[in-house]
């Protein structure tokens, strides 16, 4: 809502030590005010946070990607996404590398490189979690103001053909969709680490505000969850 509801993990998986991509299906309906978190690896002990995709606020709302050592470092697409419309958003890292990429497909890439300072050089699972629906560090910040579905993490650098393949797959097919099965040019089904449906009536428990992570051992608890802010798949 935007307001005080997020999802957390305690932990995140101990194959997550390089190049990490995130991905997600969301909704919002209206320019956000300020940065909204979609979903990210953050610290829970500082207010540091790894890395993370978000949508930024303001007149833009486009899909940016941030990740931070001692210095943030930040890439962001250009196509406003708050338009009541779901979008497939995506955002791929090379740690200690100048490159940090930002993908959004509605049946194209919106893709931008940044060649800048490299933000960490190196993930720690040390106080380490991940968070979906707001900025999960120590101080919790950025709610995202929408709907959020298909969460997913990979503990490599996906290409754009991969990443185009796994858009056009799930939009085709929509909630149905398996992201463990390999599709034209995804192939990296095995770096999978986490995956949560949300919205399936399987692997989501709403009653105890409770997310099951289908491929990995991360489930997320909610805070802030009711019912009138859950909703069915994309």
């Avoid at 390089?18 to 953050?42: D, E, M, Q, R, Y």
């Avoid at 990740?67 to 943030?72: D, G, M, V, Y």
């Avoid at 049946?107 to 300072?117: F, K, M, P």
């Amino acid at each position: 809502n935007g307001t005080n509801e997020y999802f957390l993990s305690t932990s995140i998986p101990a194959s997550i030590t390089g190049n990490l991509t995130v991905a997600a299906w969301i909704k919002c309906s209206s320019t956000l005010a300020a940065n909204a978190a979609v979903a990210g690896i953050f610290r829970s002990s500082t207010a540091t946070t790894l890395y993370y995709l978000l949508v930024a606020g303001g007149a833009t709302d486009v899909p940016r990607a941030v990740a931070q050592n001692t210095t943030a470092r930040s890439a962001s697409g250009t196509t406003t996404v708050c338009d009541d419309t779901w979008h497939f958003v995506a955002s791929v890292y090379v740690p200690g590398s100048t490159t940090r990429t930002v993908y959004w497909s509605n049946g194209t890439a919106d893709l931008q490189t940044v060649s800048s300072a490299a933000g960490a050089a190196s993930w720690s699972a040390t106080s380490a979690r991940f968070a979906v629906g707001a900025q999960g560090d120590s101080t919790i910040a950025e709610y995202f103001n929408g709907k959020i579905d298909e969460v997913a993490v990979w503990n490599t650098n996906l290409s754009t053909a991969s990443l185009e393949a796994v858009f056009d797959a799930a939009d085709a097919a929509g909630a149905t969709w398996n992201y463990s099965a390999t599709t034209g040019s995804y192939l990296e089904t095995a770096n999978l680490t986490n995956w949560w449906r949300f919205g399936d009536g399987t692997s989501d428990d709403y009653s105890t505000a409770s997310i099951a992570d289908v491929v990995g051992s991360n489930a997320l608890t909610g805070t802030g969850i009711d019912a009138t802010n859950r909703s069915t798949d994309f």
